[in-house]
């Protein structure tokens, strides 16, 4: 983008150039003894607190001391040691992501008394707009081809912010989290790269609240592809007993978590498949633990020698699923796409493709996926709009 073309591109999008943080009804009410121009420091950290807890879905999350001094400079301690004193933040000193002591970062919170007062968004205009600089690490021709794909969505001139998808999800956080995520998006910040352990491909439209996506824009209409209960179709790959393969290729024919939420007395789609994951993600499984689990006792009931075999025994389930999706869903389909020049932006189960184009990524992904595990997939269509 030329310098021209990105002052055009800002002073067309006007919530470029406020700040907008979402703090505490009390950290509010704290600012109102602190100057002015020292308030925006408090709000901006508790505000990236609130927004990680919320994209990590975790109450304590780590934050490399970096993003303070960034934005706080080297005095950003005594911000933070002022804010726990208030009660408006919790720092897990001991928290390390390596056994070298030198590994931090540490995690924060936001205490829950103070979440019970309430949040609230504040605005502070900017002096000046300085668009993030991009901090993306693509390896290899299909993550490449995913940034020049992503590359080519534009922030809208004007923020909208449907209601979270979720009741229980705090409306003020997402808002921020959504607004975060664009201002990185139109600076072409995609932070694109693969995770630590395993071969997804992370980047900030995957990350960004779903409900936000619709800020997204393309010159044609978008739609989000996703391959119905993914990790549970992949499972059939590991069925060894033949009988046991076949029933349950039958039974994914409908959606798998409606069908063990039906049976094991379980309404709520969405818990089902949190359980299910909490099944499947955890490394240490014990016999005594399993056995309480109501996925696991599904499975045991109707694949007894799966359940054992794979279910119980596989430490590295999580792993080998989402290692075996990113092989299929982003180097497979993205090497397809590469090759065909078509719009593709993975987001590990599924991916955000022109309406006009979708249609043959989701064929090929459902051969892709078919060849695999010997089962097609069921692929679900949801467009991008406002």
């Not at 408090?42 to 001391?65: K, M, R, T």
Request: overall charge positive; proline content about 5%.
């Amino acid at each position: 983008m030329t310098r021209r073309r990105r002052e055009q591109f800002v002073k067309s999008r006007a919530w470029l150039k406020t700040h907008s943080f979402v703090i505490t009804h009390s950290l509010r009410k704290r600012l109102e003894s602190v100057p002015l121009d020292q308030r925006a420091q408090y709000c901006y950290v508790q505000n990236l607190v609130l927004i990680f807890s919320d994209q990590y879905e975790g109450e304590f999350v780590p934050i490399a001391s970096l993003m303070w001094k960034e934005k706080l400079g080297t005095g950003y301690k005594s911000v933070i040691r002022e804010m726990r004193e208030w009660g408006e933040l919790e720092v897990d000193e001991d928290f390390r992501w390596s056994t070298d002591k030198s590994g931090y970062p540490m995690s924060y919170a936001v205490p829950r008394s103070a979440m019970e007062t309430g949040t609230c968004i504040v605005d502070f205009e900017r002096k000046r707009v300085r668009l993030p600089r991009p901090d993306n690490k693509p390896q290899g021709p299909v993550p490449e081809y995913a940034l020049e794909c992503l590359s080519k969505l534009r922030v809208a001139e004007t923020l909208t912010f449907p209601p979270p998808q979720a009741p229980s999800k705090n409306a003020d956080i997402r808002r921020a989290h959504i607004k975060w995520h664009c201002e990185h998006i139109a600076g072409g910040d995609f932070s694109l790269r693969y995770g630590k352990k395993v071969k997804r491909l992370f980047h900030r439209v995957l990350l960004m609240p779903s409900e936000g996506r619709c800020n997204l824009k393309y010159w044609c209409p978008l739609a989000e592809y996703d391959v119905r209960a993914c990790h549970p179709l992949l499972m059939l790959k590991l069925f060894t007993n033949p009988d046991e393969r076949t029933r349950y290729a039958q039974m994914l024919s409908g959606d798998i978590y409606t069908t063990i939420g039906r049976e094991m007395g379980i309404d709520d789609r969405g818990r089902v498949k949190e359980d299910f994951q909490r099944v499947v993600n955890i490394g240490h499984k014990t016999a005594d633990w399993m056995a309480k689990q109501y996925v696991f006792q599904f499975y045991y009931e109707h694949f007894p020698i799966f359940a054992v075999e794979v279910l119980f025994h596989r430490k590295d389930l999580a792993q080998y699923l989402q290692n075996l999706e990113a092989g299929l869903m982003v180097q497979r389909l993205g090497a397809f796409c590469r090759e065909h020049g078509l719009f593709w932006v993975p987001m590990h189960d599924g991916f955000i493709a022109s309406m006009d184009e979708g249609g043959a990524i989701s064929q090929q992904a459902s051969t892709i996926v078919k060849a695999e595990v010997g089962l097609a997939p069921h692929i679900e269509c949801t467009p991008l709009s406002t």
